[in-house]
Every structure is written in structure tokens, then in C-alpha cells.
């Protein structure tokens, strides 16, 4: 059985025993009976005769003791298992036996590099050495008796740091995302590499930036920052136009500009101010004549700015991550003859799909939590998994970098705090302040999960949280 989470791969069970029975456990019907002996980090087994074995464990139990005569226990865990034994060596070449024992018990063991204990009725345990004792008495001539003491080994310091970062590593999902992009880089080239048509290739990319121009389009931010990621996107078309076809070079700049989409958006979210600003009007427009208009921004308080701002920067990620789940039925449209044109279409197809696998994790864990129900967000990812299912991966390295990617979402995810969405039919028209205090729910909450303003009368089903 695992004793804890966090140590996953280590195993407490006792070890698997050589035979129900103790005659064949001792090997008494075969040629070489099977003999207790201890063996150290890279020795040789020293053989003994054992009198008795003791092997103790338990729990760790924190005992909380109250007034008027009661308690509780919590178990903390279990106890390292120890193993004690006495016994012996006898004959004419004990002292022989003896310093080899002694040798082996001097050499050190931790859990990293345990020694061996192999007994007969219990099986092969991996043991640290704790303490052990030898003996000798004048009146029992050619004998030497001894005790051991041995815990079992454990799960290691160096285990347990390798299996925390790893841990980490799955958590990150930039890295996941990063490990991705090379991924279906290298794919996509070693997919054309034997198979490729000059003419589909062409053609192929030239969609697939239409594609990633008319996501961009559905932005709403700044010039400067829609006016880079549409370089980002002519970049491909150039090295189209200056007839660059290198499948890697055109691959890696798809990729760049696809990711450039994602980094405008984040760039649009953490520039608040700026944004506002923008969609607000207040750059020079407020001295061209328009002051009589009542809805300038000067009579916005900051809190509707505010509002307006989120609302925007959180259309602008849901509504491109849309755009690359709806990735799961793409296709180029292209009329394929030979088997050369098949390929590179398919190989083409293949990369947009991987490609918009890794935006879609990425923007699902940069999504704000509190603006997503446990049901969309449920929703969302079953949309994940279909662009998934649609991904070839016969290629070895993006079938590992689509899992880790996966699974760093995942776990991210599963760390955000989701509502349960509630939905309830209102039958009398009722102003939305009224409607969010009868539901005690948050008015921009309802706002944003209905799509309603502060002026309309509200009526039929709403969802809220």
C-alpha cells in the first residue's frame, strides 16, 4: 500500500513470500536449500543461523486528550517497519563467517542503497542497518551469537525530490505549451520530409494564415498590439511569397504566429490602463468638439470603465479560444491526387490542430476562474478532448508533448474554484439590482452570465452562481 500522497511509487506491503509452504520455502526438496543471509551494497550474501525474527510496526497517532474524560486519535501515518533477529554462527570456520558478517553490517546502507535481507519464511526485504551486536562466549566454543536490528528502507530524500519536480514540471504549463510547439514542428517536417508536394504546401499555408488573420480579426484591442500579431501572421505569407519552402521554416513560423496571437491577448490583459483608455475614448477626443455628447468618458465613473475593460479583455479569450477548439473539424479543403498531395495536406491539417491544442490549454488556464461556472468550464473541456481525439499522433514526441500538455491543464484546473451554475425561470419582469438580491448573487455576475445591462427588465430563464 502507498503511505502518502506525495509518496506515490513507495510500496509498504511485506514482500512476496517464496512458498505457502515452510518445507519449500527452506528448499528442503531441492538440491540447494535456501539459507538466511544478509548481503551489503554491491557484497555477497554472508549466510547465518537465525534463533528468532521479530518484525514490528503500527501507526503514528496523534492523541488529543479533552476535559470530562474522553479523546480522539488521528493516524499521521505508519510506522517504519523494524526487523530484529537473533542468531548465530557455528563450526569450524565461524570466525571466517564472522568478520564477513561484520564487514557487511560496517558497510553503509540508506534507502537509496539498501542492503538485502533474505529470509527464507518471509521473503527479500530492502533494509537500512540500524544496530548490531556480536557475542562470544568462552564456554561455547567455535560460536559467535549476534542481534540485529534493521529498518526498512523508505522512500529517499533524492525519490521524493525527483517525484516533487516532476510535479512541478506538470504544473507548468508554459513549459508544457513550449514542449509542444517543438514537438509539432518536428513532426510536421519529418511527416513531408519523403512525402511532399511543392504546389499543396504552398497552398496549405496560405490557408491556414487566412485562418490565423481571421482570428485576429475577431480581436479587440490596440492597433500597435493587432498590428503585431498581423506581422506575425504575414511572416508566413512572405516566406510563401519569396518561395521559401522549407517545411521546418514555414512549420516554426505558423507556430510563432499563432502563439503571438496568445501573447497579444495576455499583453492586452496586463496593460488595463491602456485598454480602457482605448475603448473609452479618451485618447484625444475629448477636446474635438464632442463635450456636449452625454455618454463621453468623462462622465464614466471608474468602476463602469473597469467593467467595460474586463468585459472586453474577457470576450477577447473566450471567443479566440472558440475559434482554435472549433480546430477539431478544420480542414484545407484540398482536392489530394497523389499520395504526395494527401500527405502534406493531412501533415498541414495536423500541425493547426496541434498547434491550436496547446492555445486552447494555455488559455484555459489563464482564463479568470471566477468568470466561468463548474458547468462551462466542464463544457470547455470536453471540447479540449474532441481536439484531442481529432490530433494524429502516430509521431512519438507529440503524442508525449499532447499528454504532457494535457495533463499540466488538467491539474490546473483542478486547482481553480468553480461555482456550480444554478438556472431559475423568472416569471415577472424584475429590475437586475432587485433581481441580484433576491438571488444573492453579484450583479456583474448575472450581467456577464446572461448578457443583460443594468436598464433591461429581466424575465425567463437566468443562470447565475
Not at 188 to 213: C, W
Not at 374 to 395: A, F, P, T
Not at 441 to 462: M, P, Q, T, W, Y
Request: aromatic share 8%; charged share 25%; net charge negative.
Amino acid at each position: 500500500m502507498s503511505t502518502s500522497k506525495a509518496a506515490v511509487s513507495f510500496d509498504s506491503s511485506l514482500p512476496r513470500t517464496y512458498s505457502g509452504s515452510w518445507r519449500e520455502a527452506y528448499g528442503q526438496n531441492s538440491d540447494t536449500p535456501r539459507l538466511t543471509s544478509y548481503q551489503a551494497p554491491g557484497g555477497e550474501p554472508v549466510a547465518f543461523a537465525y534463533d528468532s525474527i521479530s518484525l514490528g510496526g503500527g501507526q503514528n497517532i496523534d492523541t488529543a486528550e479533552y476535559p470530562y474524560g474522553f479523546w480522539s486519535n488521528t493516524r499521521l501515518g505508519e510506522k517504519p517497519h523494524t526487523i530484529r533477529i537473533k542468531g548465530h554462527l557455528i563450526g569450524e570456520k565461524f570466525i571466517e563467517q564472522r568478520s564477513r558478517l561484520a564487514t557487511a553490517l560496517q558497510t553503509e546502507t540508506d534507502d537509496d542503497n539498501p542492503g538485502f535481507l533474505d529470509l527464507p519464511l518471509w521473503g527479500r526485504f530492502k533494509v537500512v542497518v540500524e544496530s548490531w551486536d556480536i557475542d562470544e562466549d568462552k564456554t561455547k566454543t567455535g560460536m559467535s551469537e549476534f542481534s540485529f536490528e534493521f529498518k526498512r528502507a523508505g522512500y529517499s530524500d533524492s525519490s521524493r525530490f525527483d517525484a516533487a519536480s516532476k510535479n512541478l514540471a506538470s504544473l507548468n504549463i508554459d513549459g508544457a505549451v513550449d514542449n509542444l510547439k517543438s514537438a509539432a514542428v518536428s513532426a510536421f517536417a519529418a511527416a513531408v520530409e519523403k512525402s511532399m508536394d511543392i504546389a499543396t504546401l504552398s497552398r496549405s499555408f496560405g490557408k491556414l494564415a487566412s485562418k490565423l488573420q481571421s482570428v485576429v480579426g475577431r480581436i479587440q484591442g490596440s492597433v500597435n498590439t493587432l498590428n503585431a500579431m498581423t506581422n506575425k501572421v504575414m511572416g508566413i505569407t512572405n516566406l510563401i511569397a519569396q518561395a521559401v519552402m522549407i517545411p521546418r521554416s514555414l512549420a516554426q513560423a505558423f507556430v510563432n504566429a499563432t502563439f503571438g496571437i496568445v501573447s497579444g491577448i495576455m499583453e492586452i490583459k496586463n496593460a488595463a490602463n491602456e485598454a480602457a483608455s482605448y475603448f473609452m475614448g479618451d485618447d484625444d477626443d475629448s477636446g474635438s468638439g464632442n463635450s456636449s455628447s452625454p455618454a463621453t468618458s468623462s462622465t464614466l465613473s471608474r468602476e463602469k470603465q473597469e467593467s467595460v475593460m474586463e468585459s472586453l479583455i474577457s470576450r477577447n479569450e473566450k471567443n479566440v479560444l472558440m475559434q482554435f477548439l472549433a480546430a477539431s473539424s478544420y480542414t484545407l479543403d484540398e482536392e489530394a491526387i497523389t499520395e504526395q498531395q494527401f500527405s502534406t495536406s493531412a501533415a498541414a491539417e495536423n500541425l493547426y490542430k496541434a498547434t491550436a491544442f496547446g492555445v486552447c490549454a494555455q488559455l484555459l488556464t489563464r482564463m479568470d476562474s471566477g468568470s466561468e461556472t463548474y458547468q462551462s468550464q466542464s463544457g470547455l473541456w470536453k471540447l479540449l478532448e474532441k481536439l484531442e481525439d481529432s490530433i494524429s499522433k502516430e509521431d512519438s514526441g507529440l503524442f508525449a508533448a499532447i499528454e504532457e500538455c494535457r495533463v499540466s491543464c488538467a491539474e490546473m484546473l483542478l486547482s481553480f474554484s468553480h461555482d456550480t451554475e444554478i438556472r431559475r425561470t423568472i416569471r415577472n419582469e424584475m429590475p437586475l439590482l432587485e433581481l441580484a438580491v433576491y438571488l444573492g448573487c453579484d450583479a456583474e455576475r448575472i450581467r456577464s452570465l446572461n448578457s443583460v445591462a443594468d436598464s433591461f427588465l429581466i424575465k425567463g430563464e437566468i443562470v447565475y452562481v
